[in-house]
Each structure stands twice: as structure tokens, then as C-alpha cells.
């Protein structure tokens, strides 16, 4: 063997390693991908989802790394879990089977006026779809981005993959980010939208819902959204379908797996596919930064959406709604309503908001589905 | 002398590139007669039948990401949903004598007025939602409470 004939090996070889295919550009996602595990294990940001994403965003942004390509016609690793779980739009359809089987509607159905606070909440997702058209994304892009001041995760991740799934990764991560930043975003625009004597307000304590109630409305919210959105079907029949688990009290088993196993495998598979999907060459660009700086707009006319709309209906209502339950009209379940709990009791210590921001908060993830089936409708 | 004849036999011989023409992106079909034109709006008359217009469109449309298909009763409804300057082609399907085509420009108007729609929508929505529940509500709780007065006695 010459000299030469080493060296080609020698160089040959050096090329199948990362290094010689690297790009500069990779060490920006790196940062990326190492700022949202951060945020998950030190600030505690939503660590179950942002923590797989960022991972995901930096493990696929090395060169030549076998994930989420296709190897001899066979779909990669992180390529399988993302067409099984999202291209088919399986997970968040899982995940909302999940949040069913852990949701009590009690505090809805005992005050179903709040449902409107819910769609009241849903202003900034359609003035946002404006502001991103003029910018120039395309109508189904800028209905995808919009989505994300909903704040509902697997509903922003069900529009986006499917009328722009070249969205996916930066609309997923900017819906989640902004969940985990509810307790810094609102409280600020719940001030400037209230005035003392409003966010004093105290509300009458909701009356005991029976468990036929509770069993009942599952089957009643399916059927009507079936019937006006049935785009939407998907998520909320699943949603419905884990909450009748929860509340028939007889299949405890499937209620147990549903909230805990179940939701815990799909959400290691969501975050790590949704990471996956932000490989530099796509993600290095001015959208997913417009994206970003929109979704927090986006978050803050819904809630601003959500407070206007309680002071509209206290302008008809006997009993006066606190406008700081008006908030968790984005869905954040449960953060919103807690942030509206923590800001009623800074004003009086004895008013707890919890409860009565629970229904508004429950209402508006029925609000961001029901928006969402409207945009799959008009572009179906 | 000589290159000028050749430039002009060029010109008889090979066969120039039909340029098709276009108003506000949207391709018009060549055998259309303009019958109005405005500045976001043309309409045109073709002696062609629906079919024959609509497959020359499924043609010229190909490969474009952002465009639909909607096939309606009196209408074939093509819509685009990208940044296309024009919004919209409609080719008639009750003409007798060839098809009617008519281009619309893109406009805010639409994209507003169906954003406003939707959200009223979604106010519907849950507003069915309400009201369901509340009726539903009303009736458990007097059967439940019947039920238990029952029992206590």
C-alpha cells in the first residue's frame, strides 16, 4: 500500500465524520437548542416539552447525523416518530385524550357564561393573521402562526401541521415558550386593563355540579362542535373521550393510563420530533424570528381579548364577573387561571379567583379548537 | 442584405414562443373575449365549453402550492391562498354557448370580512355550547333534586 493510496483512506475516512461537513451556522442552533434546556431545568419553563425540543433542536443540528432523513429508502429515527406522531396528526390528538382525562369541567358547567370569555379570548389569533398576512406569509401560514396566542400547544401543533407543516418547529416552540411565560406576559396587561375596584370584584361561589352534569357534557360538546366545527373533530372528540373516561368513574384504568403513561410517551415523542424539525438550513431565517416577536403579540391582544369581553358582559350582568378572570380566557391550562388567582388575591387577600377562572381558562381551550376548525375549514 | 433576409426568414420559420397573457399574475385564457375590465376585476366571454377551460387553468395553474379547486354548483371556484396579486378565477357552468371567466384581485375586504366572520363564529359556537348547558343543566339538577326529595321521603 503507497503513501497516497493511506492518505485517501485516511481522508476518506475523515469525511464520514461530522467535522469536515461542519457549518458555522449549526453553533446558532446549538445555542438554541442549549437555551431551551436551560430554561426547562433551570427556570422550570415548561421543562416536560421544552426540555425534549431542545434537545431535539440540538442533536439533529449536527452534520451527517441519521435522524431525520431517510437511510436506503427508510425513514430515520426522529423522521419516524415525527411522520407517525404529527404528520398523521396522532399526538396531539393523544395528548388531548390525556388533558380530558385530567380535566374537571365542574367549574365550567356550574358557570357557562364564562364559555364566552373563551371565545372573547380568541381576538389576537385573528387580528394576528392581519399583521402576519401584510408582512407576506401566505394565508395558511399566517393562520397557523395566529393560532399560537390560543396558547394551546397540541391545538397550535394540530393547525400548523396541517396547512403549513414548514412551520411546525418554530410555531410549536413559540406556543410553548409563551405558555411557560404566562406569569410574565399577563399580569402587566391585566393591570393596565383593570382598575382597583374591578379586580376587587368578588364572585358568588359556584353551586355543586352533579356527576350526570359532568357525564352529560361530554357528550353534549362533541356533538355540537361535531356538528358546527367538525374540522376540529379529532381533538376535541378525544378531549371529550377522556374526560367521559374520567367523570363515567368506571374505567379507571384507561382514566390512569390516558392522564399518565399514555400522555407521558407522546409527550417524550412530541417535544423530541417537534425539536427535530429545526435543522438550521430551514430555521436560520426571518420567519421563525417574525414568528417569535408576533406570538407574543399575538398573546397579548387574547388577553386583552379575554378582559374586554368580561367587561362587556358586566355591562348586562347582574352578578359582576372579577375582569381578572377574563385573562385566563387564553387556554395555559392551568397557569392562566392561577395567574388570575395570585393577581385578585395581591388585591384582596380573601378573593379567590381560582375556581371562577378555571371555567373561562377550560372555555378557552374549547375557543382556540373551535378557531382552529374555523381556518382548516376555509382552507379545506 | 443578405442578414436582413436571414433575420426576417428566422422570424417566418422558427416558431415563436406563444406569451401567454396574464392579468394581475393570473394566467387568461387566450381564446377569451374581454367583455369588462376593471382594475381588480376581468371578465371574459370564451367560446370554449367549462371543461375545456378548466383543464387549460388545471394546466397553467400547475405547480403552484397555494391553490384551489372548488368545484360549485353554478362554478368552477379556483382560490388562491398565497401571496398570488390575484384572489380568485371563476369559470361558469350554466352558459350555453362557451363558459364565462372572471379575475379578481386579491383584497383586503375578503381577507377582513372573513376573519370577522370567523371569529363570530367561534362566539356561535360557544354560544350553542352556552346555551346547551345551561338548558341541560337545568333539567339534570331538577331531576336530580326531585330524585333526592324522593329518596328523603
Request: some cysteine; overall charge positive.
Amino acid at each position: 500500500m503507497t503513501a497516497d493510496e493511506i492518505l485517501d483512506m485516511l481522508y476518506s475516512t475523515l469525511h464520514t465524520t461530522g467535522v469536515f461537513n461542519f457549518q458555522w451556522n449549526l453553533i446558532i442552533m446549538w445555542a438554541i437548542g442549549c437555551l431551551f434546556i436551560y430554561l426547562a431545568i433551570a427556570k422550570k419553563y415548561e421543562p416536560l416539552l421544552l426540555l425534549p425540543i431542545g434537545f431535539g433542536i440540538f442533536i439533529v443540528n449536527f452534520p451527517l447525523v441519521p435522524l431525520m432523513g431517510y437511510s436506503h429508502g427508510h425513514a430515520q429515527l426522529l423522521q419516524v416518530f415525527y411522520h407517525y406522531g404529527l404528520e398523521w396528526e396522532v399526538i396531539p390528538c393523544i395528548i388531548f385524550l390525556g388533558l380530558g382525562a385530567m380535566t374537571d369541567f365542574g367549574p365550567l358547567i356550574a358557570n357557562p357564561k364564562t364559555l364566552l370569555i373563551g371565545a372573547g379570548a380568541q381576538l389576537g389569533v385573528f387580528i394576528t393573521f392581519t399583521g402576519t398576512v401584510l408582512v407576506g406569509f401566505t394565508l395558511k401560514e399566517a393562520a397557523s402562526v395566529s393560532i399560537i396566542g390560543g396558547a394551546d400547544g397540541p391545538t397550535t401543533i394540530y393547525l400548523t401541521q396541517h396547512l403549513a407543516p414548514q412551520l411546525l418547529g418554530p410555531n410549536a416552540l413559540a406556543a410553548y415558550s409563551y405558555m411557560a411565560m404566562v406569569p410574565l406576559i399577563q399580569p402587566p396587561i391585566m393591570r393596565m386593563m383593570t382598575n382597583p375596584e374591578e379586580r376587587k370584584i368578588r364572585m358568588r361561589q359556584l353551586r355543586p355540579v352533579s356527576r350526570q352534569e359532568k357525564i352529560l357534557f361530554p357528550l353534549v360538546t362533541s356533538g355540537i362542535i361535531a356538528l358546527l366545527v367538525p374540522a376540529v373533530i379529532p381533538l376535541m372528540g378525544m378531549f371529550m373521550l377522556g374526560n367521559l373516561m374520567k367523570e363515567s368513574g368506571v374505567v379507571a384504568r384507561l382514566t390512569d393510563t390516558a392522564q399518565g403513561s399514555l400522555m407521558n410517551i407522546v409527550t417524550i415523542f412530541l417535544g423530541i420530533s417537534v425539536g427535530a424539525t429545526m435543522h438550521a438550513d430551514k430555521f436560520l431565517s426571518w420567519k421563525p424570528l417574525f414568528i417569535f416577536s408576533l406570538g407574543l403579540v399575538d398573546f397579548a391582544v387574547c388577553t386583552i381579548g379575554g378582559i374586554v369581553t368580561v367587561k362587556i358582559m358586566n355591562l348586562f350582568l347582574k352578578e359582576k364577573i372579577n375582569p381578572l378572570v377574563g385573562s385566563a380566557g387564553v387556554s395555559a391550562v392551568p397557569m392562566a387561571a392561577r395567574v388570575s388567582q395570585v393577581q385578585g388575591l395581591k388585591y384582596d387577600k380573601t378573593n379567590h379567583l381560582l375556581m371562577h377562572a378555571v371555567g373561562p381558562n377550560l372555555a378557552g381551550v374549547i375557543g382556540s379548537a373551535a378557531a382552529a376548525g374555523m381556518f382548516i375549514a376555509m382552507f379545506d | 442584405m443578405k442578414k436582413v433576409i436571414f433575420i426576417l426568414l428566422a422570424l417566418v420559420v422558427i416558431p415563436t414562443p406563444s406569451i401567454a397573457k396574464k392579468f394581475l399574475g393570473a394566467p387568461v385564457i387566450p381564446e377569451g373575449k374581454v367583455t369588462e375590465k376593471m382594475d381588480d376585476r376581468l371578465e371574459l366571454k370564451t367560446p370554449l365549453s367549462h371543461d375545456e377551460v378548466l383543464s387549460y387553468y388545471k394546466k397553467a395553474l400547475k405547480g403552484y402550492e397555494n391553490i384551489k379547486f372548488r368545484d360549485w354548483k353554478n362554478d368552477t371556484y379556483i382560490e388562491d391562498d398565497g401571496n398570488m396579486q390575484w384572489h380568485s378565477i371563476t369559470i361558469s357552468k350554466t352558459d350555453t354557448d362557451g363558459a364565462r371567466v372572471v379575475i379578481v384581485k386579491d383584497s383586503w375586504t375578503w381577507i377582513i370580512g372573513t376573519l370577522v366572520l370567523r371569529y363570530i363564529g367561534v362566539f356561535m359556537v360557544l354560544m350553542v355550547l352556552f346555551l346547551a348547558m345551561t338548558f341541560s343543566g337545568k333539567i339534570i339538577s331538577s331531576v336530580v333534586a326531585k330524585l333526592e326529595a324522593k329518596k328523603a321521603t
